[in-house]
């Protein structure tokens, strides 16, 4: 069943960094800035984010770059201990979605001191300042799967 959190792990931070690699460099996003993909709601906008969700903890400290990532790695262990007897496949899968999440982002930091962030959704005229990437995407719903679907491994004492 461990296979199952593995899979699902290095399948998001594949898909997380091949996303990044074709957006940011082969499609040149870092020096265009923005492209259009759906002109009033997709485009990508480059964003180098250095501290974490909407920008909190940015001041682009050396130090804070390393205790993020250090965060992460931790996140990962911590996950992945919690899941060691779970029996779900669901859960699993969305556990492992978190540690891939996490831990495309820790690469991010390792590689470019930054997290790349290039998706933008605006929608009904509301402009949205904010970007994200596939990784935040699996952080998220894998977070919400792991809460709906993991099971309580604390089993009730029996009557006395």
């Given at each position: 069943?461990?296979?199952?959190?593995?899979?699902?792990a290095?399948?998001?931070?594949?898909?997380?960094?091949?996303t990044k690699y074709l957006v940011?460099?082969?499609?040149?996003?870092?020096?265009?800035?923005?492209?259009?993909?759906?002109?009033?709601?997709i485009h990508f906008h480059m964003a180098w984010n250095s501290g974490i969700n909407f920008g909190l903890f940015s001041d682009n400290g050396?130090?804070?770059?390393?205790?993020?990532?250090?965060i992460?790695?931790?996140?990962?262990?911590?996950?992945?201990y919690w899941m060691?007897?779970?029996?779900?496949?669901?859960a699993l899968i969305s556990a492992g979605i978190v540690i891939g999440g996490a831990l495309g982002n820790a690469i991010d930091r390792v590689l470019y001191g930054s997290v790349a962030d290039f998706l933008n959704i605006t929608c009904c005229g509301l402009q949205n300042p904010f970007a994200f990437n596939v990784a935040d995407i699996a952080i998220f719903a894998g977070l919400?799967?792991?809460m709906?679907?993991?099971s309580d491994t604390e089993k009730p004492n029996p009557p006395t």
């Open positions: 069943m461990q296979k199952l959190l593995l899979i699902s290095a399948s998001v931070l594949t898909l997380d960094q091949v940011v460099f082969y499609m040149n996003l870092i020096e265009r800035g923005q492209i259009s993909v759906w002109p009033g709601f050396l130090a804070t770059r390393w205790i993020l990532i250090a992460a790695l931790g996140i990962c262990g911590v996950v992945t060691r007897r779970e029996t779900r496949p669901i919400l799967g792991v709906l679907f993991a």
